[in-house]
């Protein structure tokens, strides 16, 4: 009998064993790990770090998991890296959205500057976006890589063309090159972090250094592509977070 026991008790050992090998990676508390849960904590590390330094293993490690899952659901780290800039993508896209029905916008200058409120908000928190499509993503093979920046490019000249040519037709802009116009707006509102850092050696908070230098790009751009008479009007609008 007592050989038996043992025998059992070797099992169930073993068993106990075998469920913790199938458990391995799961992190404390989730009862389950999907795709859509890596791909938010490999976005909460982007935050940190930036794209070129990331790997499958190093975002394992963040998530808490084993890498086979990341293997399993990714394959290499551009598939990651497109998932996290779309996810990222629709954000952004999304709080714009939002932001201009709470603002009840109208006129082109006005939908600019929502732009340049939602944007400098969103570097705040995810200071390598910018990095991540343009130096990254565009620079990769992967078919997904070039679907998803054509995509994106060809989704937010759709936007600023629409946006220009509204302003144009009402006389609160001029005629002026869209993509450039979106890669200058987002350049200036990408160097966000700088500008609360000079701020802070005043001892400024982030939070109001944020809100003067989304005053001082949208002063910026109006003043270059404005119409005449209209630049100098000002634009009022609603902080984000009002």
Wanted: charged letters at 30%; hydrophobic letters at 45%.
């Amino acid at each position: 009998m007592a050989k038996d026991n043992s025998t059992l008790d070797d099992r169930k050992g073993a068993g106990t064993r075998r469920g913790a090998s199938r458990a391995i990676g799961r992190p404390t508390g989730k009862g389950r790990i999907g795709k859509e849960l890596l791909i938010e904590k490999t976005a909460e590390l982007l935050r940190t770090v930036p794209p070129e330094k990331l790997s499958l293993s190093v975002a394992a490690r963040h998530a808490k998991v084993h890498l086979t899952l990341f293997k399993y659901y990714f394959q290499d780290r551009t598939r990651l890296l497109v998932d996290v800039a779309r996810m990222l993508s629709k954000e952004i896209g999304d709080r714009v959205i939002e932001i201009e029905g709470a603002n009840d916008a109208k006129s082109a200058p006005e939908r600019l500057a929502i732009r340049v409120d939602a944007m400098v908000d969103f570097f705040l928190v995810n200071p390598f976006y910018h990095r991540l499509m343009v130096e990254i993503i565009d620079n990769e093979t992967d078919p997904l890589a070039t679907e998803l920046i054509n995509l994106w490019m060809g989704k937010t000249l759709e936007i600023y063309e629409g946006l220009i040519d509204a302003g144009v037709a009402e006389g609160t802009l001029r005629p002026i090159d869209p993509a450039f116009t979106f890669l200058a707006i987002m350049g200036l509102c990408e160097k966000i972090l700088h500008a609360a850092k000079l701020a802070a050696r005043t001892g400024e908070s982030q939070a109001s250094a944020a809100e003067r230098y989304k005053a001082h790009v949208i002063d910026l751009i109006l003043k270059g592509v404005g119409a005449d008479g209209v630049a100098s009007a000002g634009v009022t609008r609603k902080s984000a977070a009002s």
